[in-house]
């Protein structure tokens, strides 16, 4: 059951065009989060569904019904901002209850979803205390449970972690998750932070510019990217980008790059002309390394211990050195000359305007250890 329709929605400031056509259907039940970079108009998108902020062009329905027009209270709709925003001369009892008393919630159901809320949110000892009293995480579950105790229908986020110290994050996330099954509800949630996108969506929607770039599971999103934005946004460190020239256009794409010289790739470039710019990208676990006899190969620039594993950071050519997620003994040294091995199965090509190139149906991947050793042209790497 759609839950959530977006139908060409626009928004405008000034002369400056914030969401420009964006359409998206959330179904019930659904944990969608929102991710992007500054400014791509994640926060605005969810003002748009709050009612806090109003629609230039487009439709909003909740249910089937167009939204655009109703007041946030008339939405169905709990916000939880970035900020606490609690009342510091107010208990905890009152904080979650304020929006109920706005509403003129009769006393014994109020208290009751208040009781209800508190109990859920693990807050139900700590109703008498103030604000002042309470931790980091405390505080923003408080925050939280103001807007579920109006029992809304969707449940909105935007950036509810930004505030924490890292350890607080990882715990309020898990916090976040468990009350997600726990209620079944609708939430959208809006952050900067992948991490959080990755373990906590069912559906991520990646937005630049102000436009949906991509749609899809976690996983979908990181393995098949739809554009080299949004393969280089997910993933830490982000993939590796290398150029490259289209060669042979076909349903096979026999590709010309620095670092594997002539190669054929199974992706289909046969709307593209021979010569074409291309942009190979390869995940930091998809390379590995051996040593290298003499001077061939690369060089070693950099060594990132993490305690469970090494990234290894290569000569490239480019302004970014190219990284390898290794073994945590691999041993690898700045200055130590490497031959590369990628998992051709997980390489990603895109075109000059950053679209990826589609693969056939079936791809079988190619272990490091089964590619033959290729050196990169002279002077390249």
């Known amino acids: 059951m759609i839950k959530l329709k977006l139908d060409n929605v626009n928004k405008q400031l000034g002369g400056a065009r914030i969401l420009r056509d964006v359409s998206l259907e959330i179904s019930a039940g659904e944990f969608v989060v929102f991710v992007g970079p500054s400014g791509c108009g994640k926060s605005t998108l969810l003002r748009l569904i709050a009612g806090l902020d109003s629609i230039c062009d487009g439709d909003l329905l909740i249910d089937g019904r167009r939204v655009n027009d109703l007041e946030p209270r008339e939405r169905g709709v709990g916000m939880v901002f970035q900020s606490y925003a609690l009342y510091p001369h107010m208990s905890v009892y009152d904080n979650i209850s304020f929006g109920l008393k706005l509403a003129k919630t009769e006393k014994t159901s109020l208290r009751e979803r208040v009781l209800k809320t508190a109990q859920i949110l693990q807050l139900d000892k700590l109703l008498q205390r103030k604000p002042r009293e309470l931790s980091g995480g405390q505080r923003q579950r408080v925050a939280m449970g103001r807007a579920m105790a109006r029992e809304p229908d969707i449940l909105l986020f935007d950036e509810p972690l930004s505030n924490l110290d890292a350890s607080l994050r990882v715990q309020m996330r898990n916090e976040i ?101 291309l942009t190979l990208g390869i995940r930091p676990e998809h390379v590995s390394l051996k040593a290298a006899q003499g001077s061939a190969g690369v060089v070693v620039v950099g060594v990132e211990y993490l305690g469970s594993e090494t990234y290894v950071h290569l000569e490239s050519g480019e302004d970014e050195p190219l990284i390898c997620r290794c073994e945590v003994n691999a041993g690898w040294r700045v200055g130590d000359r490497v031959e590369l091995q990628l998992a051709f199965g997980s390489v990603h090509l895109f075109d000059a305007d950053g679209t990826a190139l589609r693969r056939p149906p079936a791809v079988i991947e190619v272990l490091p250890e089964d590619v033959p050793q290729r050196s990169p042209k002279a002077g390249a790497l």
């Open 177 to 277: 998750a468990r009350l997600h099954g726990r209620l079944g509800s609708t939430m959208i949630y809006v952050t900067h932070d992948q991490v959080e996108a990755m373990t906590l969506a069912d559906k991520i929607v990646v937005l630049n510019g102000g436009r949906i770039e991509q749609v899809g599971s976690p996983r979908e999103l990181y393995e098949h990217p739809a554009s080299r934005f949004v393969a280089g946004f997910l993933g830490s460190p982000k993939m590796n980008f290398l150029p490259a020239r289209l060669h042979t256009p076909g349903e096979t794409s026999q590709i010309d790059s620095p670092l594997l010289g002539m190669t054929p790739l199974p992706f289909n470039s046969a709307h593209l002309a021979a010569n074409s710019p």
